[in-house]
């Protein structure tokens, strides 16, 4: 019998409500600063296929950070664990898109969730894709059970005329050998895996894999194997959050993903996939509602992975 998740949700959407208008929307990509500020939205899905959702959880975001985790699924399902000899495993305690650490650690990345890991993570994926943008949205439409999933054209194009930050990195990781095609390809695939756009529901149901040991639920068809899925959840784990991953170990206790468009999705392995969404983000990058609402998760079902 599966824990009451429906009342649940309910209780939640109700308890953060007071946090709306608390935090800002990102702006250092302007393409992002037009969304609506005081949307919230929750869907979680149950490795058995049992919905439940409250807000606007149907509403499609800019997913950003998040689609990191589908490039590592992908180029992992492609190419095994040799990519951790490019890119680490370790949090990067810095902020996601630090020069410092680059130059320190010599062109290898801390981990694939931070901007220059997964621009890694996108060079591996040019190497192994016939089609890379196309290939790597048909990846996400077969987790995500939906054939309309796409980029936002005008997102990726605002990324692209704003992130001299991103333009840095993917030069600076040329210059130590760790990119093998051109920075500007490199980039474009970039751009284009964080302004994929998705709703709280089709997130839910894509992170499932995470939580089915590798297996996409409704279908039943492979994509990792158990010892890659145990690797990949670890690394949300430690990795998922940027500077704030302690922060959610510590309060929420499952592994995840956020992004600056607002989202977060989590996993209870054997159990459910969640995302929330909204947009107004913490000093750390995190979405204020989001990160109280899976709070409020574990605790009121007194289940996490601890
Ligand atoms: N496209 C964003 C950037 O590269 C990703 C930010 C994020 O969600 O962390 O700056």
Redesign the pocket.
């Known amino acids: 019998m599966n824990p009451p998740y429906g009342p649940v949700l309910a209780s939640i959407a109700a308890e953060v409500a007071p946090l709306r208008g608390t935090g800002a929307v ?1 702006s ?2 302007p393409e992002l600063a037009l969304v609506p500020p005081d949307r919230f939205g929750m869907h979680l899905r149950t490795v058995e296929g049992e919905d439940h959702a409250v807000g606007q959880s149907d509403e499609r975001f800019s997913v ?3 689609a990191k985790v589908f490039a590592l699924a992908l180029a992992v399902s492609l190419e095994g664990e040799t990519i951790f000899r490019r890119v680490g495993v370790e949090p990067s305690g810095t902020s ?2 630090s020069l410092v650490q680059l130059e320190v650690e010599k062109g290898i990345p801390r981990n694939p969730l931070i ?1 220059a890991g997964a621009m890694v993570v996108c060079d591996i994926l040019l190497d192994r894709l016939a089609e890379p943008r196309a290939d790597l949205l048909r990846f996400v439409r077969r987790l995500a059970g939906r054939e309309d999933v796409a980029f936002n054209e005008r997102v990726a194009a605002s ?1 692209r005329e704003n ?1 001299f ?2 333009v840095a990195l993917a030069n600076f990781l040329r210059s130590f050998d760790n990119l093998r095609h051109d920075p500007a390809e490199v980039l474009d695939l ?2 284009h895996l ?2 994929v756009e998705m709703s709280c529901r089709e997130l839910a149901t894509a992170f499932l894999l995470f939580a089915n040991h590798g297996t996409v639920p409704a279908t039943g068809e492979r994509v990792l194997t158990q010892s890659q899925t145990k690797r990949l959840n670890a690394v949300m784990q430690t990795c998922g959050f ?1 500077d704030e991953a302690g922060e959610f170990s510590f309060t929420v206790g499952l592994p995840g993903k ?4 607002g989202g977060i999705v989590a996993l209870h392995p054997s159990r459910y996939a969640v995302a929330v969404w909204s947009p107004r983000l913490n000093a750390k ?1 995190n979405s204020v509602m989001g990160m109280k609402a899976l709070e409020l998760l574990t605790t009121k079902l007194g289940l996490s992975i601890f």
Not at 258 to 261: D, E, I, L, Q, R
């Open positions: 990102a250092y990509i950003q950070s998040i996601f898109n901007n990324e992130g930050r991103n970039y751009f964080c302004a940027y956020s992004g600056v468009g990058g």
